[in-house]
């Protein structure tokens, strides 16, 4: 959804100068669609990854014989707070993980878009 969002909301002035200038589909696709569009993409795959942990976690919570959230519901019901805090960084620590390359990646791939702060 955030791919098509990003493509329609590519800026109506690259577009309309694309079809002024009669650029062939694939140039249109790869100076115009792609670089208007990849920022929203990449923030799209980011909150993705995100919500895919979160569903896993929430799964792994609720109805699961092993996994990191099953492992903490257990270490919960015998009120071992201790590991159901180290279960707890394990998730933050994956969920880490598995973000950075994505951020590289958008930084690698969107070097024009400004960064605010250093996120």
């Known amino acids: 959804m955030s ?10 002035r690259f577009v309309e100068l694309a079809r002024v200038l009669e650029l062939p589909r ?4 790869g100076r115009i669609l792609l670089p208007g569009s990849l920022p929203q993409i990449m923030s799209g795959l980011r909150l993705g990854l995100a919500m895919a942990w ?9 109805a699961a014989s092993r996994g990191v959230g ?7 019901a ?7 805090v180290a279960g707890m960084v394990l998730m933050g620590v994956l969920g880490k993980l598995t973000d950075d390359p994505l951020r590289h ?13 250093g996120l």
Request: hydrophobic letters at 50%; aromatic letters at 8%.
């Open 54 to 62: 979160m569903c896993v976690v929430a799964a792994e919570l609720i």
């Open 70 to 76: 099953f492992l903490i519901m257990d270490d919960r």
């Open 3 to 12: 791919t098509v969002d990003a493509l329609r909301q590519t800026d109506g």
């Open 105 to 117: 990646a958008e930084q690698r791939l969107v070097r024009w878009r400004p960064r605010f702060g």
């Open 26 to 29: 694939g140039m249109f696709i």
């Open 78 to 84: 015998m009120s071992q707070a201790d590991l159901v």
